[in-house]
């Protein structure tokens, strides 16, 4: 598990696929929430990816809780897609909508940086959002992601075509602004430097 400002990482389990269910069917979040929006998924869609997703060693899934009270309000994830470099893709939502609009998917998408690029070493990270997805190109503007491609008119939403965005963001690019970054967002600063970012014989991710 990793915890960070607000949020804490634990691995997605069998018993959290009804709450997957749940945010997976509703408009508001699947509008912004995946490549496909206002694409929904049943329960047998939810347990065959689960399914898959087990066996695939490339595939981390992710429920993002609350540190406070251990509230579930999202879901994040990363796959490897590493060749001649570390790469990874990564995604997030926020599924609880009374946790919308309070700056934790800045926490949610620099905690996915922290794992990849201080802890596994990776040396380039990649997202993809919709044209329209205004709230995750803030996001990942405000860590440092660069739009490098455009795949244009690929989606349809509301029945027009759309255009989809990839950022990413490479390691020599976050590490000098990785401080900078952590005492900006994260609110536990120092709590997380001590217990995840030291020499210990604990493992928490």
């Given at each position: 598990m990793l915890e960070i400002g607000r949020i804490?990482?634990?691995?997605?389990?069998r018993d959290d696929l009804h709450l997957i269910e749940c945010w997976e069917n509703t408009p508001e979040c699947?509008?912004?929430a995946r490549g496909r929006p206002l694409e929904f998924k049943n329960k047998d869609d939810i347990e065959?990816?689960?399914e898959e997703y087990l066996k695939d060693a490339k595939k981390h899934r992710f429920i993002i809780e609350m540190v406070e009270d251990d509230k579930v309000i999202g879901f994040a994830s990363y796959k490897d897609s590493s060749r001649q470099v570390k790469n990874a893709s990564i995604g997030a939502f926020i599924g609880e909508r009374d946790f919308w609009n309070l700056?934790?998917?800045k926490e949610i998408t620099l905690a996915l940086c922290e794992m990849l690029f201080?802890?596994?070493?990776?040396?380039?990270?990649?997202?993809?959002t919709s044209a329209i997805n205004h709230r995750a190109k803030g996001v990942l503007e405000s860590l440092g992601f660069v739009r490098s491609g455009t795949s244009r008119k690929s989606g349809y939403l509301y029945g027009k075509r759309i255009d989809w965005y990839m950022y990413d963001l490479l390691r020599?690019?976050?590490?000098?602004k990785r401080q900078l970054y952590l005492k900006k967002y994260v609110?536990?600063?120092?709590?997380?430097?001590k217990n995840y970012c030291t020499l210990s014989d604990?493992?928490?991710?």
């Amino acid at each position: 598990m990793l915890e960070i400002g607000r949020i804490r990482f634990r691995p997605l389990k069998r018993d959290d696929l009804h709450l997957i269910e749940c945010w997976e069917n509703t408009p508001e979040c699947t509008l912004y929430a995946r490549g496909r929006p206002l694409e929904f998924k049943n329960k047998d869609d939810i347990e065959r990816e689960y399914e898959e997703y087990l066996k695939d060693a490339k595939k981390h899934r992710f429920i993002i809780e609350m540190v406070e009270d251990d509230k579930v309000i999202g879901f994040a994830s990363y796959k490897d897609s590493s060749r001649q470099v570390k790469n990874a893709s990564i995604g997030a939502f926020i599924g609880e909508r009374d946790f919308w609009n309070l700056g934790l998917g800045k926490e949610i998408t620099l905690a996915l940086c922290e794992m990849l690029f201080f802890h596994l070493n990776y040396d380039r990270v990649s997202a993809w959002t919709s044209a329209i997805n205004h709230r995750a190109k803030g996001v990942l503007e405000s860590l440092g992601f660069v739009r490098s491609g455009t795949s244009r008119k690929s989606g349809y939403l509301y029945g027009k075509r759309i255009d989809w965005y990839m950022y990413d963001l490479l390691r020599e690019e976050y590490i000098p602004k990785r401080q900078l970054y952590l005492k900006k967002y994260v609110d536990e600063y120092e709590s997380y430097i001590k217990n995840y970012c030291t020499l210990s014989d604990k493992k928490h991710i």
